[in-house]
């Protein structure tokens, strides 16, 4: 029987078998990985990206007898992979933390909330270039928001130097994390209040990530009230200061290292002070001020539920209290160990897909199907936290509260929530009893959603490895030793590969009974049973972990997350509903929901076996050019119409006027779901063509094509061409622009030609009718002269709700003081598309003024990006 006329689920299972014993293959002693990391990977089922070169150069594998901590901790890469955004040739690598770049994101869609857990679970990669790269994104790229929420980035910088030890990356940032700490300290911080000694960071929930609490919604502001004096700022905010004095002491600065380092220790006495709650035995908020609703009084410095409505409830509890532990702020065996207690009770935080946010008893307790209500919900946020805390509390030494099988039972439940419909998925949050996403799982914006970690909880967890500034590796292991295996291979560690395996009967790896790590290859340390190590590493014998380039003089020079003329893509044929945009946003997946994709127009009706679309790369400039990678996508449907993978792609550059054709390794196998990379041998061009060849009946489709080479930074633009009759420079009063409507979200007429394009939501570029009574709607230039001109380009705004592509357009101008329309006007395309730039030619005209009429395709809207005008 053949394979094809067998069940998919029995596949399934003889390539799991298969797989399974590929994983026990071993090479103990030679330099490299030891147990077959593409059976692993090959093993799991849900995979959207599929490449598995870039996973096993970048990622340590992971094995255990626990099928969904495994499963989880592949996805989590995966997952990663989805946010990881190339912003510019200048910032290099970023985390989004939203699939969206929402309005309130910055620069290319990061936000701070979460930076620390991706900051922390980026370490982890083998080559320490993005984590690097996003350490400094928050410093040096302009519209990054570092303090618009809580966080601890001086912290994660040292967590990722612990890995990837470089001290010219942390010197460098040193400076801009003082600054950075003591803008938060200028804003945040109370010396006195009323003339009583506080020496405490205030923060309300919404930007400490919590926007609906059980302290705001004691006030009139449920959403940004009840600032407060809470036990996680303060934690991020002493573990910052312990930072910054380790870097300071590193850089032999002791002055500024005794400085940040007394500030510390008198923020943690504060800490324990006034933020430990003696009678309920935890860690809670204080209010800042003064509060009253509904004639209950809240005085300022109580604690949650002190006063007001609910005064003398023995609840108020939050898992922030355990977030102290999360930095190592809490000495082991101290009168605070109590506290974790309440983490395995089902009246306190513990629930099947928790822990809650909020205990269950608590008068507050509250589960919403919408956002960002913290009152109940499990939130993977706050569940890294709590789990990273009772990591560190049970590897600083034995707990006569909790236990190392409480952190595989909280861990395991954590794995199992990333679940939806059987397969790995997470959103914003969940309900702690169902692990329903419901409510919280808003279509393009919450899928995959990056705002918590993983990885680092089963590397420096449930492994146990404890990262340091030294050359000594310290093994504290959480797995339970009736295991029969574990193994956590060709792990990247401060320059060496690490390897560590658990064989309890010794059968399965080759090597003996018990604990065995291996450092480039070698034995360093073998014992019969679990249990703690600690060994000094040999010197590194490989100096680089990837193969990736390490260079940030190595950059994408297609990437166009800044709105400028070029680069520019152009494609011969657009699918509706998708937009040749998104090739070049620096961000990938292969889903088709949400969408992130360019796609052609099938030719159904061809009478050849293949179509042909061409797609033009511009890059403005001469570049030099060493590699393409082509994002291909598969639907893997056999419907007409559908996205399959292309048949061929043909490749020519630009020279001394003409097409040039390249030569490409005609082995290369054309697939999507992974990249496919052509070496260019670095040709120094300024355009480069793709000729695609679909199925017939097919479309083909890309989520992204970026272009690598050599380049110094800063990275020079390449110069709009000039000639664009439109384009009103800064502080120009010409060419002018006004709107027959403007909607009132900040999308009005002078972005439509200030020279950006963005077709994204965000940042928000674009002028846009939306929310017009009217079925039509005008955008008007005056040149503040008389000028000939014949063509028109608008980029056209599509939201794919309240603003979508017009049903039509036409270009008019203004004679004897009526409105007349342009002569033998033609468009490109002739219907409007959305996400692409759009053309008008016409007979060539002379007048001081234009305007473009919409005819709205109702009930949307219509909106440009940019509007350019040219002579010819």
Known sequence: MSSMSLPRSLIVAIRSMLAIAAIAVLAVQSLG????????????????????????????????PEPDLVTTYYYRWELMTKHLTYGSPDAGYLFTEFIDRPFWSGAYGAISCPAGHQLYEARWLRSPRIARDYGRYWFETPGAQPRNYSTWLADSVVAVDQVHPNSEWTRQLLPKLIENFEAWKARHYVESYRGEPVGLFWQVGHDDGMEFNIASRQTKDILRGAPSYRPSFNAYMWAEAVAIADLARREGDEATAKKYQAFADGLRERVYEKLWDPKRQFFLIRYRDDEEKDGHKVTANSFIYEKGQFAGSPYGRELIGYVPWQFDMIPPDSQYDVAWGKLMNRDGFFADYGPSTVERNDPMFLLMKSCCWWSGQSWPYATTQTLKGLANHLQNGPSSVISADDYLKSLSIYARSHRKDGRPYLAEALHPDTGSFEGHDGYNHSEHYFHSGYIDLIITGLVGIDPSNTDTLRLVPLFPDHWDYLALDNLRYRNRDISIFWDREGTRYGMGPGLHILCDGQMIWESKKLELASVDLPAPKNASGSKEQESNGHVNHLVNNDGSYFPRVVASSTAEGTSISKIQDGNYWYVQHPPNRWASVPESDSSAT????????????????????????????????????????RVATWFDGAWKSVEIDSSIPWVGHRPTTLELNNVSVSKIQLQIDAPKGYAIGLTEIEAWGPSELPYRVAPTPAGNLAYRAPGDEYPRTIASHSDRFGGTPEKANDGKTMFAPTPMNRWTSYESPSESDWLEIQFGRPVEFSRIEMGIYDDRGGVQPPKSFAVEILQDGRWQRVEREVHRPRKPIGSRWNEARFDPVRADRVRIVFEHNLPAKSGVTEVMIWER
């Open 610 to 649: 293949t179509t042909t679309t061409t797609i033009e790369l511009d890059f403005g400039m001469l570049r030099s050019i060493d590699r393409l990678k082509l994002y291909f996508l598969d639907d893997e449907e056999e419907r007409v119409g559908s996205i399959r993978a292309p048949q061929g792609v």
């Open 33 to 64: 990985q030891v147990i077959d990391h593409r059976a692993l990977l090959e093993r799991e089922t849900f995979w959207d990206n599929r490449d598995w070169d870039w996973y096993i150069d970048h990622v340590p594998a992971f094995d255990c």
